[in-house]
């Protein structure tokens, strides 16, 4: 057997595999070839499905795991348990899934951080990005906002952009920890504005939102469905939307294309990924399954309160995603001169 370190995606940072790892890679792919069609709708035959959340309980992806994991019970006849994995801004949970068994029976529920941001900034990963995960289906994305307190002066982004560019760094805006895509919007907006921002990292969105809401940071890049309510009240100010289009809630608000940044559509997804070599007639079967589980009236009433548009399609759509964000996110931090780890 050839057991040279298998080629690497030229942006990827330097990961390597062991060799019980390769080898066991290799099994598997033989395995996925002797496994047929047909005994991929017997599976998994009473066995229980872990879907790992690598995110705390009561967030976004969490909330929508559960939501999917609930549905797949009823379709599959099987029991699926959602399983919290936290800590260094989701690479924890990636690992899990990263190291199980390509069965089928371990799923990351994930979002764009573990897969395209984390890997650039935390140079020591156990795990490769692409080559140790099977892309199942995209399950929705989430559009942010680019919001204010209700104490603070700015009424555009145009007004928060001169007000940073007259005094570099006067201005903080606060992200849910260093990687994660509240941070990456801000650098992006520094890298398209030419203005310099204070970044405030917290240990997840919730604190970041806290203290944008009490004024102890000037904004904040908030997902809509966590900033929506506080919009509403007048507790917050949305200066502009991230999403393509404006939102159908507040059709006040423009997009940052609108508000002078061409180039700025950034939609946090969400997706579903196994472990590499996990046997095709199984990836096909729970893409399958997810996607059944989308169109579900329960997903969509909770796609429509958190602010997701569900999407759904293919493994290769998944994948091509992936990897343009991977690029994409890659290249902001090293302009941004960010280091790894």
Known sequence: ??????????????????RRRFIAVGAALAASAAFSARAAQDWPAGKTI???????????????????????????????????RPGATGTIGAARVARAEPDGLTLLGTSIGPQAIAPHILGKLTYDPVADFAPIIEVGTIPHLLVVGKEQPFRTVAELIAAAKKAPESLAYASGGTGTILHMQGELLQQKSGARFLHVPYKGDTPALQDTLAGQVQFAFIPAAAALPHVQTGALRALAATSARRLPALPQVPTMAEAGFNDFVVEQWQAVFAPAATPAPIIARLNAEIGRALQSPALTTLADQLGITLAGGTPQDLDAVRKADFD??????????IKPA
């Open 1 to 18: 057997m050839n057991t040279k370190t298998p080629r690497r995606h030229p942006m990827h940072a330097p990961f390597t595999l062991s």
């Open 50 to 84: 872990t879907w790992v959340v690598p995110y705390p309980a009561g967030g976004s992806t969490d909330v929508l795991g559960r939501a999917i994991a609930q549905q797949l019970d009823a379709q599959m006849a099987t029991r699926v348990i959602v399983d919290n």
């Open 328 to 337: 994409k996110w890659g290249k902001v931090i090293r302009e941004a001169g």
